[in-house]
């Protein structure tokens, strides 16, 4: 008698929905007005990945870093960026400890289930290196001894897109390991009196406690990979993936590692939509989030003043759409 694959494991959607509906209303508590924004930050996180938010100053880049991080009971570091700020701050160093004659690994900022990076392309290419390894293995390496980091490990970095003095460039290599970029954008006049009343006098952050803990949240991600995947969805990504290369418009197309992160972002998607089973929507609605960040435009777009925002979206709009789930 030939054995039989176990069926698998039915996801327990009212525990996702229940934890990630709890970091929304806590987060949208210090967050006015930003419902999308705070949906992505918390698909990110059950998607277990890195979250890039880009903006121009003062429309709450850190402070929606802060209220998610504050929203899970979890160890929290957060890292200023600055010209001279080393390696060694973020990943730590080994330091010889004279009692015993041996030395001694010192744990960095990097060492915690939220890492809030507050600014992260004023660091020098070096320093932001040293994120690389953390943010795609979740392990660090020091003097040949690799460290394993906590579960769940999330980076939250911002950084400001039009201030050039002082600034370097996120490489390609470091942007790939985001998995989604987010513009908080302004507030509607309507959330920015609601803002000068609740932000007038006492921090809303200093109100805001956790409504989950770190376990929970990686119970819920490890739940989340267990969502049904059609293979026509699987190819739907790759021909996503595929068109990007072939773009005219682009000189520089998705990766593999962006169609996994496609992938995963779209399963917690369809979980926080109540579904076992992912759709051709939930890829759609991922994708520009996710991959807008990642594909470099051609000059004439560029001086067409076509965004890659605007050229996913041309990307979806081309690839045939799987039919059936």
């Known amino acids: 008698m030939s054995a039989t694959t176990p069926a698998p494991e039915a996801v327990d959607l009212d525990a996702i929905q229940s934890v990630a509906s709890g970091i929304h209303r806590a987060i949208s508590t210090v967050i006015e007005g930003k419902d999308e924004v705070v949906s992505t930050a918390v698909t990110v996180l059950l998607a277990e990945g890195h979250l890039l938010m880009e903006d121009v100053p003062g429309v709450g880049k850190t402070m929606l870093a802060k209220a998610l991080a504050r929203a899970i009971d979890c160890d929290v570091s957060r890292v200023q960026f600055t010209p001279d700020l080393l390696p060694s701050d973020i990943t730590g160093v080994s330091v010889f400890n004279q009692d015993t004659r041996a030395f001694e690994f010192r744990r960095g900022a990097i060492f915690a289930n939220v890492v809030v990076g507050d600014e992260i392309n004023r ?26 980091l906590p579960r769940p490990f999330l980076v939250m970095a911002t950084q400001n897109p039009i201030e050039m003095e002082g600034t370097y460039p996120l490489p390609e290599a470091q942007r790939d ?3 989604a970029r987010l513009s908080m954008g302004y507030p509607s006049a309507a959330s920015e009196k609601a803002m000068l009343l609740s932000h007038g006098g006492d921090n809303p952050l200093d109100a805001l406690t956790p409504v989950t803990t770190a376990a929970e949240v990686q119970r819920q991600i ?20 595929h068109a990007s290369r072939n773009h005219r418009q682009l000189r520089l197309g998705a990766s593999p590692r962006a169609g996994l992160h496609l992938l995963r972002a779209a399963r917690a998607h369809a979980a926080l939509s109540g579904r076992d089973h992912v759709l051709p929507e939930d890829v759609q609605t991922m994708a520009v989030p996710v991959l807008a960040h990642r594909v470099l435009p051609t000059g004439e777009a560029s001086l067409a003043r076509h965004s890659t925002s605007d050229l996913v979206r041309d990307l979806l709009g081309r690839t045939s759409v799987p039919a059936g789930r």
């Open 123 to 148: 660091a020098s290419p070096k320093t932001q290196s040293a994120l690389l390894e953390s943010m795609e293995e979740r392990q660090v390496t020091v003097d040949g001894t690799t460290y394993p």
């Open 177 to 179: 390991r985001f998995m």
């Open 222 to 241: 490890e739940a989340i990979r267990g969502l049904h995947t059609a293979d026509a969805l699987r190819q739907y990504v790759v021909d996503l993936m």
